[in-house]
């Protein structure tokens, strides 16, 4: 089964700018729509953007939009992450997730069955 692995995480003020990858240890990740996932300690996971398999198509939660971009590079097994204008409630632990059985414009974490070891985000005032 494919694994992957996030990265790009750590401390950044508010304002600022970080950048998210999660590399996929197989190619058969290129088939499969992948998602950002974000959680706050005693918080449900949350959905934050998804990205169809040839990245042609993306959503993403009200909260991000115009600050998130997600985006793939399927040649290099990776999902992106990019996130502007960051706000200190953006801080969580950041997952990347894939759905093996297809689909778009998935939000729900149960629509998601392989998933990342996650990556701190966290942002000071």
């Known amino acids: 089964q494919v694994q992957f692995v996030e990265s790009g995480g750590g401390l950044v003020q508010a304002g600022g700018s970080l950048r998210l990858s999660c590399a996929a240890s197989?190619?058969?990740?290129?088939?499969?729509?992948m998602a950002w996932f974000r959680q706050e300690p005693g918080k449900e996971r949350e959905f934050v953007a998804g990205?169809?398999?040839?990245?042609?198509?993306?959503w993403t939660v009200d909260s991000v939009k115009g600050r998130f971009t997600i985006s793939r590079d399927n040649a290099k097994n990776t999902v992106y992450l990019q996130m502007n204008s960051l706000k200190q409630e953006d801080t969580a632990v950041y997952y990347c997730?894939?759905?093996?059985?297809?689909?778009?414009?998935?939000?729900?974490?149960?629509?998601?069955?392989?998933w990342g070891q996650g990556t701190q985000v966290t942002v000071s005032s």
């Open positions: 197989e190619r058969t990740f290129s088939r499969y729509p």
């Open positions: 990205i169809n398999w040839s990245g042609e198509i993306t």
């Open positions: 997730a894939a759905a093996s059985s297809g689909g778009t414009y998935l939000r729900s974490p149960l629509n998601y069955n392989i």
